[in-house]
């Protein structure tokens, strides 16, 4: 999963092959005019850049679902092909899976060491889950709620 979030980074390919004429070995469907490229590089980088805002995950370097959303569309719309392509899909298909699971812990019964075997499970997380980080204060208000 951090080879993922640490393969976005590699979009930077992308935005130094916006300023040359010559492609670079990685495979394209079609050329997306210069400045369309060097836009979506520019916003993705913008939004690795970025500090990820305190949350109570255990990685410093998470990103957001709606970066990790915006970032896949851009790179669908135009049409680049990287080994890093893969990687965002596989990372997205976590994030839908993790959104899932949290769904059915919403509408189910479970207990709480269950819930906190689930939040060990996905502490190393490196995508901010708005439906995780509500679980994670679920876990704490109840411990506190145990503890009184």
Do not use: W
Not at 32 to 54: F, G, I, K, L, R
Not at 95 to 115: P, T, W
């Amino acid at each position: 999963m951090d080879d993922a979030v640490s393969s976005i980074y590699q979009l930077d390919i992308i935005r130094s092959e916006a300023g040359q004429e010559k492609p670079q070995p990685a495979t394209r469907v079609r050329r997306p005019p210069a400045a369309q490229n060097h836009q979506v590089t520019a916003s993705a980088q913008t939004q690795v850049d970025e500090p990820a805002s305190p949350t109570t995950s255990t990685s410093s370097a998470a990103i957001e679902v709606d970066t990790l959303e915006k970032l896949k569309s851009e790179v669908l719309e135009l049409q680049i092909q990287l080994p890093e392509i893969e990687m965002l899909g596989n990372l997205t298909r976590q994030v839908e899976s993790c959104q899932s699971r949290c769904n059915k812990i919403f509408d189910g019964s479970i207990n709480l060491k269950q819930l906190e075997l689930f939040l060990e499970e996905m502490d190393g997380f490196t995508v901010n889950v708005p439906e995780l980080k509500l679980l994670r204060q679920y876990q704490n208000d109840a411990i506190r709620c145990t503890r009184r």
